[in-house]
């Protein structure tokens, strides 16, 4: 399948690539979103019916679409996927959209790969929204208990613009969400 909205559908960089969410991708990524339940927004384990369900409810019809309202990615190192994510929240009037990002498990505890892989993501996703659809903005609400991920950001562009204290109850905690954006006025200029 190929997103309507984009000319483009595959966007490479060596041997990683995003393409247009697979459907065979999505039982992996069912399986990262629960173990990795504490930082999403999803508040309960999904089942392969809930998973089934969202895509060809969800997904599947913002293909076909002039303006979706996400658009998600499968992230793949030599045609394996190893990451999902895209654009949430797009607002097509003011030419903006929320990253989302999530890794394989078996990635995730290595802070030196994460941060490599992340920021391939990044650069890719980057050239999606920038170079694609010529959007203004791309930005990320991030829960500050991910250290590696928020440097990351940071290295990759994105510019910390404000902290909601206590916003989100994590494991019992009250936990803070960070806010970090990129400009395409920032594209090509990041440090």
């Not at 247009?20 to 089942?47: C, F, G, S």
């Not at 392969?48 to 002039?66: F, G, M, S, W």
């Not at 003011?94 to 990253?99: D, F, I, L, V």
Request: proline content about 3%; aromatic content about 12%; overall charge negative.
């Amino acid at each position: 399948m190929n997103y309507k909205c984009l000319n483009k559908n595959e966007f490479v960089s060596g041997n990683y690539a995003l393409v247009p969410l697979r459907e065979n991708d999505l039982l992996p990524i069912m399986h990262w979103r629960n173990a990795q339940i504490d930082v999403l927004r999803q508040k309960q384990e999904l089942t392969e019916e809930q998973q089934k369900a969202y895509y060809h409810n969800h997904i599947l019809p913002a293909y076909n679409t002039d303006f979706p309202k996400q658009i998600l990615f499968s992230f793949l190192q030599n045609g394996q996927c190893i990451g999902y994510g895209g654009l949430t929240n797009i607002d097509w009037e003011s030419r903006r959209a929320e990253m989302s990002f999530l890794l394989d498990n078996n990635l995730i505890s290595d802070p030196i790969l994460y941060e490599q892989l992340f920021s391939i993501y990044i650069s890719l996703l980057k050239k999606v929204v920038f170079d694609e659809m010529s959007f203004n903005r791309l930005f990320t609400e991030t829960y500050d208990i991910r250290e590696t991920h928020v440097k990351t950001l940071q290295k990759n562009g994105f510019i910390f613009e404000g902290r909601m204290r206590e916003h989100v109850l994590i494991a019992g905690k009250y936990t803070d969400s960070l806010i970090h954006g990129i400009n395409r006025s920032d594209y090509g200029n990041e440090r």
